[in-house]
């Protein structure tokens, strides 16, 4: 991964000043920056570099929002419209993501204000704004507004089944895990149990059952919660043998 982030690099560098600027080029050529500098900086936190991380998912963020600036330019492309806002998403919720995982909740709150700021002036629609609604939910669950967090776990289900999507995809589960979160915050076992079922049902037979998707420690703890001890030895097994 290093060696091919370095070639990207380069190509950014050096290559990038060798194509004649136009409207159409000064748009990919942004476009491409914003998506190495994120990508980058998920690299960068996951090799533990997180103050790298951040600084990099910020730069990335300022190429995205340069991006949308360019939009007038390309007046009649509907697809550019249509990555830039992704490329906006996807960058200003790295950043937040990134904040959070850093327990800087403070510091996400505030770039979460920032970004719907930014996603109101700038017409982003409903399936942009379900990512925003799932790490509002992250934000909530983390400084214990368990309550509050439900309002935007409900929306990110809504918009999840209105867009047609299936059940059995990771966004889904990602959603189901941060429900969860709350109800077990919240000490609600019975609920909990009765949604980690859902969950089981709604990916049963593919990839994306909660025991590859959701954490295990939380499966196990709601498991003991509701007495099914053998169920949690086993999944809690598994997720201290992955730690």
């Known amino acids: 991964a290093e ?74 492309e509907p697809t550019y419209k249509y990555y830039a806002k992704g490329s906006a998403t996807l960058a200003l919720g790295n950043v937040i993501n990134q904040q959070i995982a850093m327990g800087q909740f403070v510091n996400a709150e505030w770039s979460l204000r920032d970004a719907l700021k930014f996603a109101r002036e700038n017409d982003f629609n409903q399936n942009h704004m379900v990512n925003f609604n799932m790490i509002s939910s992250d934000i909530l669950n983390g400084t214990g507004r368990f309550e509050q967090a439900f309002a935007y776990i409900a929306s990110s289900q809504k918009i999840h089944i209105d867009q047609g999507m299936p059940k059995a995809t990771s966004r889904w589960m990602r959603i189901r895990s941060k429900e969860l979160t709350a109800l077990v915050g919240l000490t609600q076992w019975d609920k909990a149990y009765k949604v980690l079922q859902d969950s089981y049902e709604d990916a049963k037979g593919t990839l994306y059952e909660p025991k590859n998707t959701i954490d295990g420690k939380l499966i196990g703890l709601i498991q ?17 043998k992955n730690d």
């Open 3 to 76: 060696e091919l982030f370095k070639s990207a690099e380069n190509i950014i560098r050096f290559d990038f000043g060798t194509i004649r600027p136009n409207s159409r080029s000064s748009y990919w050529i942004t476009r491409a920056e914003a998506e190495v500098y994120m990508q980058r900086s998920i690299f960068l936190m996951r090799t533990g570099k997180s103050e790298e991380a951040i600084t990099l998912g910020k730069l990335a963020v300022e190429k995205s929002k340069a991006l949308m600036r360019m939009l007038s330019s390309v007046e009649g």
């Open 224 to 240: 003991i919660k509701n007495n099914r001890i053998d169920d949690a030895i086993s999944v809690l097994s598994e997720a201290y």
